[in-house]
């Protein structure tokens, strides 16, 4: 007898944005004082997991969600990966990115690795990226791109010293419009977005602390306009996903480590 084989369903692209260090109360669905339209849209129309917990640091988290697995098994259960130190998540474990490029998606990330970078075999484009922009290390500068003296921005292995003096959501913004312009419909996109914001130190653009007069701490004024820099940047992304006709096939994903 014929047999009718039915068209395999559409691969959806994927958006996984990772804030650092942002906080339960540090965003305006949960706190109305900050200003995180954008989120606060997304979470409207989506699904909120609010009964969901992950490692409060960095390296712990970041890698349990690129592996699957609990960071006591990639032994970093003791705290987060430093500069200089010789290690990085085990080369022998698979990455979500190699998983979804096996599969067929063109992989990116832009922002944060911090997974270690003792190796060159530990860095992004080895493990499952097909492009890597952005820096390595735990945290630096938002501006200069420093950490202890020294500069950490690369496009892929390419060192960018052009990026010192421009704020580095910005430069993000810029290369996830070129991502997301210049990619390939017809073949599923995987876009890893671990932004700084809102990491230490506290510095973002004058117009966006000055978005919270009502908010007398210096500190928290600056770290509010920080979240709120962060937000136009997703929301940005939406926009551009809605702009190139892909946001309908698409999942977007936002948490914290």
């Not at 996984?16 to 849209?41: E, K, M, S």
């Not at 969901?52 to 988290?61: A, E, G, K, R, W």
């Not at 960071?71 to 190699?98: A, K, M, S």
Request: contains cysteine; proline residues 6%; hydrophobic residues 35%.
């Amino acid at each position: 007898p014929a047999v009718v084989q039915a068209e395999s369903p559409k691969k959806l692209n994927i958006v996984f944005v990772v804030a650092d260090d942002l906080g339960w109360n540090d965003i305006g669905f949960n706190n109305p004082q900050i200003r995180t339209p954008h989120l606060d849209q997304l979470a409207r129309e989506g699904v909120i997991l609010n009964q969901n917990y992950v490692q409060p640091l960095c390296s712990p988290s970041r890698a349990s969600l690129m592996t699957g697995v609990y960071p006591f098994r990639l032994g970093l259960q003791h705290g987060v990966i430093l500069r200089g130190q010789p290690v990085c998540v085990p080369l022998n474990r698979t990455l979500l990115p190699e998983v979804l490029q096996r599969a067929g998606y063109a992989t990116h990330i832009v922002g944060k690795w911090h997974m270690g970078f003792c190796d060159w075999r530990c860095t992004p484009t080895y493990r499952g990226f097909d492009t890597f922009y952005g820096f390595l290390n735990s945290m630096e500068e938002y501006y200069t791109k420093t950490y202890h003296g020294g500069f950490d921005f690369r496009d892929q292995k390419r060192v960018v010293r052009s990026a010192n003096g421009t704020y580095s959501t910005y430069l993000y913004t810029e290369r996830i419009r070129k991502i997301i312009r210049e990619h390939d419909t017809s073949q599923p996109l995987f876009l890893y977005l671990p932004f700084q914001n809102v990491h230490e130190p506290l510095e973002v653009p004058k117009n966006y602390s000055e978005l919270y007069p009502n908010i007398h701490d210096k500190d928290r004024k600056i770290f509010s306009g920080m979240v709120t820099a962060l937000d136009d940047a997703v929301g940005d992304v939406v926009a551009n996903l809605k702009s190139r006709g892909i946001y309908n096939n698409t999942l977007i994903v936002f948490t914290a480590d």
